[in-house]
Every structure is written in structure tokens, then in C-alpha cells.
């Protein structure tokens, strides 16, 4: 997998502000450490994950509060439908 810049995951957060990109970050990671798994592969550690996340474009100050909670729904979805399977 290609290196990750700065650059990169400021292009993302799109003002060139280095401390939102570090409070976006720090939003994350705090989730990753609640139990969020990573929306990107790859065996790096804890932060640059969080930074691919971000460069990836899947990590935004437009979605980072809504992350937990579409998780949240899609298991239950899976476990609504897992349950249905099982009656059948």
C-alpha cells in the first residue's frame, strides 16, 4: 500500500488546516479505542489507519458523529436477518 502524507488527508479535510486534520483525527481514534473497527485494510498502526481513513475519504467532519451509529444499525440488521434465517 502507497504511503500516506499529511498532504493527502489535508486535501480531505480541505481548509489546509493542519490542527483540524489532528482534531478529526483524535475524533476517531477515540472511536477506534470505544471499539469502531477501521473502514479501511491494512495492518498499520492505530493512527496512520485513522490517517488512511481519512485520505481514503471515508473519515469527514460531515460524518465522523454518525459512524458509531451506522455501524450500530447495520448489525442489527444483520442480526434481524440472521434470526429470520434461523426460524426458517
Keep these: 500500500m502507497a504511503r500516506i502524507t499529511v498532504e493527502d488527508c489535508l486535501e480531505k479535510v480541505g481548509d489546509g488546516n493542519r490542527f ?16 469502531e473497527p477501521f473502514l479501511v485494510a491494512g495492518k498499520n498502526k492505530e493512527i496512520v489507519m485513522t490517517l488512511r481513513e481519512i485520505a481514503a475519504g471515508e473519515v469527514t467532519f460531515e460524518n465522523i458523529h454518525d459512524l458509531p451509529r451506522k455501524r450500530k444499525a447495520e448489525e442489527k440488521v444483520a ?3 440472521e434470526a429470520e434465517d434461523s426460524e426458517e
Design 20 to 35: 483540524s486534520l489532528i482534531h478529526l483525527t483524535v475524533a476517531r481514534i477515540r472511536q477506534h479505542r470505544k471499539g
Design 79 to 81: 442480526v434481524a436477518a
